[in-house]
Each structure stands twice: as C-alpha cells, then as structure tokens.
C-alpha cells in the first residue's frame, strides 16, 4: 500500500494527457529542451569567459594615468 505501482502511473499520465492535450505537451518538452541547450551554451560561454579572464590577470598590467578634471576649469571660467 505504501508504492506507487504502475497503474498509479498510467492513471495520472493518462489524466495529464486528457488536461492538457498532446500538443501542449509536445510544446512544453520543445521549451524545456530548448531551455537545456540555451543552458549549455550560456554554461559553456562563462567558461570561456573566465579562461579570457584569467589570461588578463597573467598579463603585466599598464600604467594608467588618471585624466585630469575638467570641473576646475569651468569653475574658474563661470567666475
């Protein structure tokens, strides 16, 4: 009494069927394997963007001069 068996399960596909209909359900296993890919390519680009990160932090840095604010002088001009 405690197991599902399998007409337990033949019950509720069958009832999920008669809801929902067999091209909504076609249509929804669509999105889902297409939501599985856009998974493993979205998966697959962050791993090539930390291995491009990781060569920018083996690479020597540059030098970088901050640029000189221009706020001083418009102040001194509008006086």
Do not use: C, N, Y
């Not at 809801?19 to 390519?41: A, C, V």
């Amino acid at each position: 009494m405690g197991g599902i068996g399998i007409w337990q399960i033949l019950i509720v596909a069958l009832v999920i069927l008669v809801l929902f209909g067999r091209g909504k359900i076609s249509e929804m296993m669509g999105d889902f394997g297409k939501g599985i890919s856009s998974f493993k390519k979205g998966m697959s680009e962050e791993e090539d963007d930390s291995s491009a990160s990781k060569a920018q932090i083996e690479a020597p840095a540059k030098d970088v001069t901050p640029a000189e604010s221009t706020t001083s002088e418009r102040s001194d001009s509008a006086s």
